[in-house]
Structures are given as structure tokens and as C-alpha cells.
């Protein structure tokens, strides 16, 4: 019974740590491009990843086994229940951390380096290392890198397409809760003020609800009598809404997969549990992550977002699908790499700083599991 507490509460604490540090990520990109606020791409964030979780028990059932450690170590330390809550916490400090630090790091990552440091701990050299590398090292090590190559590649196809048809974007800095001279007044109730230049320029001003303070690009037109914007802003929130529900679909079974092979209730119980903490960390502590992935890696646009999101997607469930363990969060900051690179608005301090957090989560949960695993079994 107290093993079974310990393996239930250390579950619930890593999926709540996940929630905080991965649940912003699929909506990134609405709250970077200024699509949406904060709140309304939280909510969005937590309703579809908790979709994906639920649909995680139908969909992704491969990925419990892959992450039970079935192959990469003997089953009777898989069944050792010391084991399991070394794993679990070794790698939930690890994720919680780095969340309260605002650095988006990989929870799968953190279970493979506590992983491998409870097995080396508890097994020796019985642990398999050609399984590791097949199976969760080279995965992690190639995503991000598709990951910006297609990002990149369909940027370029849609920027060309865009200009195909000749949409245009236009640029507008919006003021909030400044008074200035008035020269007209625009259809929404703010004040614009047209300056004479070479190319037209209008300085709206509005109430802060209403404004945004940074510069945003618009995308002028129509497409068969709907206005160009108002399309792209549908697509950006289904493709962020598929980023989530991804996430959701590939790191639930990660992280129920040790409860189930300790046979701590059933594969439901497991995922409804888990689903549950991952929404309640997500909400409660995501905001220094959100600001990461949103606005300090690269500068971006509604379109730039919308291709980002659609990579991401693409991969992440494609993996799932497969049971391949890769990196939600590998493979959508990735994609914001890869934005960056075609933009040339990268922010390479912090491109550089996110890179070596994911360096050093594999030996910082390995450390930690181990230590935890050396005072369970002493």
C-alpha cells in the first residue's frame, strides 16, 4: 500500500511538472504573433492536450510499452517499485526545475536519463545499451533536426505561394492609453492619424483591451469574400490546437507507462489521472515557459506561427502513431528554430541557453534518480 501511494503521487507530480513546462508549447505560437492573448491560448492549450491525453489510451498504447523499459533493462528491476519512484521523481525534478527556470526542456528526455541512471544503479552493466540508442537516443537526435529543415522548407512554400496571390501583409503599431491629436476617427472607435510619407503609415490609438503594444503584421485580401486574416487566424488555432492534442498523444503513455508495468491500477485509471495533473500544471504554472517559447527565441508572424504549428503537428503525431519516442518539445522549438533561421530574427543567447538545458537534462535527471534510487534501496 505505501508503494503503491509513493508510485500514484510520484506519477501525478511529474504529469503536473510536464503540464507546467510542455503545455504552452503547442500555442506558442498564438501568443508570439500576437494572434491571441495569453489566457485564451492557455485554455486552448489545456482543453486540446487533455483531448489528445484521453485519446492517447486508444492511439498510442505503443508508446507504454517503449517507455515501460521493457528490453533496455531485466524485468524484475522494471517490477521493483523503488525503481519505478526513482525513475518518476528523478525525472519530475528535473522537468519541474527547469519549468520554474522558464526553460523549455524535454520530459522525455528527463524519464530517459532517469532511466538510465536508476538502471545503472540497480542493474549494472545488465542495462542494454544498443536498445537505448535505437530506441530513444537517435530519435531524440534527428527531430529537432527535421524539425528545422521542414520548418524552413515550408516557410519558403508559403511565402512563395503568398506572393503567388499577391497577398499582401501590412505593418501597424498600436498605441494604448496615450493622447494625441485627432484627425479621424476609424470604424472601430480608435483615433487614426495618417502621416504624409512615401508609404502610408496610420497611428491608431485605442483602449489598452483593444491594443497591443508591439508592431504586427497583417495579411490584406480576400479569398472567396473572406478576408485573408481572419482565415490564417482559423488555420493558426487549429494548428496550434493539433500541436497540443500531439503532445497530449505522445506524452501521456510516457509518463503512465512505469505505474502500469508496477501494475498501480489500470492503463484508464492511469491516463485520466495523469491527463488531469498535466491540465492543472499547465494552468497553474506555465507562464515563465510560455514567455520563452513565445517571445524570446525569434520574432514571428501569423504565418510564420501557422507553419511552425504545422511541422510540429505533422511530426510529433506521426511519431506517436508509430511509438517512436520523440520530443514534443525537441520538435516544436525546432520549428521556432527554423522560423528564426528564414526570418533572420533569431535570438541566438537564447537559442544557445535552451541547447545546453537540453545538454544537461539527460545527466541531471540520471543524477538525480540515482541518488534517489541509492536512498530507497540503503
Not at 251 to 256: E, G, S
Not at 264 to 267: D, H, K, T
Given at each position: 500500500?505505501v508503494?503503491?501511494a509513493?508510485i500514484l503521487?510520484?506519477?501525478?507530480?511529474i504529469a503536473y511538472a510536464n503540464?507546467?513546462?510542455d503545455?504552452?508549447?503547442?500555442?506558442?505560437?498564438?501568443f508570439g504573433s500576437?494572434t491571441?492573448?495569453y489566457?485564451k491560448?492557455?485554455?486552448?492549450?489545456?482543453v486540446?492536450?487533455f483531448?489528445?491525453?484521453?485519446?492517447?489510451f486508444?492511439?498510442?498504447?505503443k508508446?507504454?510499452?517503449?517507455f515501460s523499459?521493457?528490453g533496455?533493462?531485466?524485468?524484475?528491476v522494471?517490477?521493483?517499485p523503488?525503481f519505478?519512484?526513482s525513475v518518476?521523481?528523478g525525472?519530475?525534478?528535473t522537468v519541474y526545475?527547469?519549468?520554474?527556470m522558464g526553460?523549455?526542456i524535454?520530459?522525455?528526455?528527463?524519464?530517459?536519463?532517469?532511466?538510465?541512471?536508476?538502471?545503472f544503479?540497480?542493474?549494472?552493466?545488465?542495462?542494454?545499451?544498443?536498445?537505448?540508442?535505437?530506441r530513444?537516443f537517435l530519435?531524440?537526435?534527428?527531430?529537432?533536426?527535421?524539425?528545422?529543415?521542414?520548418?524552413?522548407?515550408l516557410?519558403?512554400?508559403?511565402?512563395s505561394t503568398?506572393?503567388m496571390?499577391k497577398i499582401?501583409r501590412?505593418?501597424c503599431l498600436?498605441?494604448?492609453?496615450k493622447?494625441?491629436p485627432?484627425?479621424?476617427?476609424?470604424d472601430?472607435?480608435?483615433?487614426a492619424?495618417?502621416?504624409?510619407?512615401a508609404?502610408?503609415?496610420?497611428?491608431?490609438?485605442?483602449?489598452k483591451?483593444?491594443c497591443?503594444?508591439?508592431?504586427l503584421?497583417?495579411y490584406?485580401?480576400?479569398?472567396?469574400?473572406?478576408e485573408v486574416?481572419?482565415?490564417?487566424?482559423?488555420?493558426?488555432?487549429?494548428?496550434?490546437g493539433?500541436v497540443?492534442?500531439?503532445?497530449?498523444?505522445n506524452?501521456?503513455?510516457?509518463?503512465?507507462a512505469l505505474?502500469?508495468a508496477a501494475s498501480?491500477?489500470?492503463?484508464e485509471?492511469?491516463?485520466?489521472?495523469?491527463?488531469l495533473a498535466?491540465?492543472?500544471g499547465?494552468?497553474?504554472?506555465?507562464?515563465r515557459?510560455a514567455e520563452?517559447?513565445?517571445h524570446?527565441i525569434?520574432k514571428?508572424?501569423?504565418?510564420?506561427?501557422?507553419?511552425?504549428?504545422l511541422?510540429?503537428?505533422?511530426?510529433?503525431?506521426?511519431a506517436?502513431r508509430?511509438?517512436?519516442?520523440?520530443?514534443?518539445t525537441?520538435?516544436?522549438?525546432?520549428a521556432?528554430f527554423?522560423i528564426?533561421?528564414?526570418?533572420g530574427k533569431?535570438r541566438?543567447?537564447?537559442i544557445?541557453s535552451?541547447?545546453?538545458?537540453?545538454?544537461?537534462?539527460l545527466p541531471i535527471?540520471?543524477i538525480l534518480s540515482?541518488i534517489?534510487?541509492?536512498?530507497?534501496?540503503t
Open positions: 500500500m508503494w503503491f509513493a503521487l510520484a506519477t501525478l507530480f503540464g507546467a513546462n503545455n504552452f508549447k503547442g500555442v506558442a505560437t498564438l500576437g491571441t492573448d489566457r491560448a492557455l485554455w486552448w492549450a489545456t486540446t492536450t483531448a489528445g491525453s484521453l485519446a492517447a486508444f492511439l498510442a498504447q508508446l507504454v510499452k517503449t523499459g521493457e533496455l533493462l531485466p524485468n524484475a522494471i517490477g521493483n523503488s519505478m519512484v518518476v521523481l525525472a519530475g525534478l526545475s527547469a519549468a520554474r526553460l523549455p524535454s520530459t522525455t528526455h528527463s524519464l530517459i536519463g532517469a532511466l538510465v541512471g536508476t538502471g544503479v540497480v542493474a549494472g552493466s545488465t542495462i542494454h545499451v544498443q536498445v537505448m540508442w535505437n530513444f530519435p531524440l537526435l534527428l527531430s529537432p533536426v527535421i524539425a528545422v529543415v521542414g520548418t524552413g522548407l516557410y519558403g512554400l508559403f511565402h503568398r506572393r496571390f499582401n501590412s505593418t498600436c498605441v494604448g492609453e493622447r494625441v485627432v484627425c479621424s476617427l476609424t472601430t472607435g480608435g483615433l492619424i495618417p502621416f504624409s510619407s508609404s502610408s503609415v496610420d497611428v491608431v490609438v485605442d483602449d483591451k483593444n497591443d503594444t508591439r508592431i503584421e497583417i490584406e485580401g480576400n479569398w472567396f469574400g473572406v486574416q481572419q482565415i490564417l487566424d482559423g488555420l493558426h488555432f487549429l494548428s496550434a493539433a497540443s492534442f500531439a503532445r497530449g498523444l506524452d501521456t503513455p510516457k509518463l503512465v505505474g502500469v498501480v491500477m489500470g492503463l485509471w492511469n491516463v485520466a489521472l495523469v491527463a498535466m491540465a492543472f499547465g494552468l497553474v504554472s506555465a507562464r515557459v520563452t517559447v513565445s524570446k525569434t514571428m508572424n501569423h504565418g510564420q506561427g501557422l507553419t511552425a504549428n511541422v510540429t503537428a505533422g511530426l510529433v503525431i506521426f506517436s508509430l511509438g517512436v519516442p520523440v520530443s514534443t525537441h520538435v516544436s522549438c525546432g521556432l527554423g528564426g533561421l528564414a526570418n533569431a541566438w543567447n537564447v544557445s535552451i541547447l545546453g538545458a537540453w545538454f544537461l537534462t535527471a540520471a540515482g534517489t534510487s541509492w536512498i530507497l534501496t
